[in-house]
């Protein structure tokens, strides 16, 4: 990808790596770089926009979710509460959101969004939005709820569009005096990020469009095996979104945990069980691998889903 990777060469270039991806986040995202803070992930970004920004608050995290949504503030000792209203009036609540959702793979609506910052105006609320699965739209440039309407905090991450998971790089997008607080909680934290691990990074999102062009075939081939997967196999439903996984419902006795092991155990194929994300009787279906093991593996999948109907 013409990524370059080695450490002698990382080690000569005394540039302060952790201002450069974020400058070059910011102009991704046509913010400035003190709107940015680098994190350990996606998981250090979770953590500290709750544990700072929710400081106090309850939480209000509509499921299904990705599991991390609700848990942290949780483990935090939060008030956590899984319904949203139409016209949310909670006072001093941070709400969270994936956009697309995890795990169903589609996106949010932007109404809903200024409609849920419009409440927290006032209120002292936060609105905040883990864009992790917004690349997938393959635009130019990504597209952000930041911005939109006051008071709204993003996270993304490195890991999945790109595939660098083993960099642990994510960031957070907020207002400066938000941005700032994260960072005084972060150095408390962790510190700061690898600094070789934001060199490759900076350089991945300066070549962005090739990861852009090799995401897209991926997805584009994937789909159409999911979409056969869906009309030949019995007893399932899902609806797909723009990410590239979706939640599918099934029917049978299982709970989605034990659904997964015995899938697991029959088949060696693994999915992600619903309970997970707050959703039971249902899993959610990843199809970001090489085509051939795809197809085989939504095979064995089908084939243990009509057996189970039957």
Known sequence: MGIETSFEKFAADKDQHER??????????????????????????????????????????????????????????????????????????????????????????????????????????TVFIN????????????????????????????????????????WVIADKNAARKLLYAKWAVSGHDSEYSLWIATQVLRKRSKFIERARSIHSRNIRLVRRFLSVTNGVSAELGVAPFCLVRYKGGLGSVAFAKALLNKTGVLVSPGDFFGAQRTFRLCFTAEEPALRAGLQELSGFLNGMRA
Do not use: W
């Open 131 to 170: 864009e992790t699965y917004r690349e997938f739209t393959f635009r130019s440039a990504p597209p952000t709820h930041f911005g939109t309407a006051h008071g709204v905090v993003v996270c993304s991450t490195m890991t999945k569009f790109y595939g660098l998971g083993r960099l642990r790089v994510g």
């Open 20 to 125: 450069r991806f974020a400058e070059e986040v910011a102009a991704l995202y046509k913010v400035e770089p003190e709107n940015v803070l680098p994190t350990n992930g996606g998981s250090e970004a979770i953590f500290l926009v709750y544990a700072v920004l929710g400081n106090g608050m309850s939480a209000v995290v509509p499921l299904p979710n990705y599991g991390p949504m609700f848990t942290v503030p949780e483990s935090l000792g939060m008030e956590v509460r899984n319904t949203l209203s139409a016209r949310p009036t909670s006072t001093g609540a941070i709400f969270g959101l994936t956009d697309p959702n995890n795990p169903t793979g589609k996106s949010l609506d932007a109404g809903l969004v200024q409609t849920l910052a419009t409440a927290s105006r006032g209120r002292n609320s």
